[in-house]
């Protein structure tokens, strides 16, 4: 896996490359036609990946946007999820294929699974809906969300085949050094769930303040290259063109080794912000 200003990439199960923009946007809460209004902007101010979700309910407003955007559609890459009571093979596919009609496209350049549910330990046979969709033409490139070392070793044990992707709570509260180091040792691109800490505490926090003052940028840019500088795709949600500009400008903001490692220093082993483990935490 390699990372620059503009692309993260990284190789799927037959070594093609996938190019993902280093910024995409999150679009939780974010529905009906206010919500449409809000991402439609946000993909005309630059970001070029999309974050859904079959449980958000508005992969129709990400579709309409899509439609509404003044950018091709090939230089968009939409993402959804599969929702933890859909992890039966049958009921992931007819899943999928109902995102894909929520949304109106043809095809979905990424599909997730959203929890591992590992109680419920169905999350293998989820994983071979999302390949076989993969290789019906349904989907690009597949990938999972808030799957643990231990998830991630079963899929490859049990079905030869890993993610291109793997979307975890990651913030300067709960920096995931230890799942980072996991990917990039196996090829993993890690996207980053709230990663401004949902807007709370982290933006204020002095040691962000005081890098964002003696940068001139606002809060949000600094979290956000923070999160480059450690090789993951922040998919920052914000709701004003002003927000969606300074969080994009993250890309132009590269941090010296000590401003990474100030903010770094901010994590603590409880760091998670409603306290879902993935190993406990289940979500349908
Ligand atoms: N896979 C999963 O299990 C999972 C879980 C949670 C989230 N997600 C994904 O991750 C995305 C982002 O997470 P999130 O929405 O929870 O949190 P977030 O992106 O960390 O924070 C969003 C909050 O921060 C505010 N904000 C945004 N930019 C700001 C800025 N520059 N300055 C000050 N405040 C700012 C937003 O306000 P306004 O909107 O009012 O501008 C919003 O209240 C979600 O939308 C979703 O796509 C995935």
């Known amino acids: 896996m390699t990372t620059n200003r503009?692309?993260?990439r990284v190789q799927d199960a037959d070594g093609v490359d996938l190019a993902l923009p280093p910024i995409g946007f999150g679009t939780y809460q974010l529905n009906g036609r206010a919500g449409a209004q809000t991402i439609t902007e946000a993909i005309d101010t630059g970001y070029r990946l999309i974050d859904t979700a079959f449980n958000y309910e508005n992969?129709?407003?990400?579709g309409r946007s899509v439609a509404r955007a003044a950018v091709p559609r090939d230089q968009l890459l939409i993402s959804s999820k599969l929702p933890g009571r859909h992890h039966a093979y049958d009921q992931a596919r007819s899943t999928i294929e109902e995102s894909l009609y929520r949304t109106g496209l043809d095809r979905l350049d990424m599909y997730l699974i959203h929890w591992p549910n590992p109680k419920q330990?169905?999350?293998?046979e989820a994983w071979r809906a999302l390949i076989d969709?993969?290789?019906a033409g349904l989907i690009r490139w597949i990938g999972v969300s808030n799957f643990l070392p231990e998830h991630l070793d079963r899929l490859a044990a049990e079905t030869g085949e890993l993610p291109v992707v793997n979307q975890i709570e990651m913030h300067p509260h709960f920096p995931q050094l230890d799942a980072l180091a996991y990917h990039r040792a196996h090829g993993i691109a890690t996207e980053a769930w709230s990663p401004l800490g949902r807007g709370h505490g982290i933006l204020d926090?002095?040691?962000v303040v005081e890098i964002a003052r003696t940068r001139g940028v606002g809060p949000g840019s600094v979290v956000l290259a923070w999160h480059r500088a450690l090789g993951a795709i922040p998919l920052p949600k914000a709701s004003s063109h002003k927000r969606q500009l300074e969080n994009l400008a993250a890309v132009e903001l590269d941090l010296d080794a000590a401003e990474v490692d100030a903010i770094t220093a901010l994590g603590r082993p409880d760091g998670r912000l409603a306290g879902q483990d993935p190993a406990t935490y289940e979500e349908f």
Do not use: K, M
Not at 59 to 62: D, K, R, S
Not at 121 to 124: A, H, K, N, Q, S
């Open 133 to 135: 969709a993969r290789d």
């Open 121 to 124: 330990d169905r999350y293998v």
């Open 6 to 8: 503009t692309t993260v």
């Open 205 to 207: 926090d002095p040691a």
């Open 59 to 62: 992969e129709g407003a990400v």
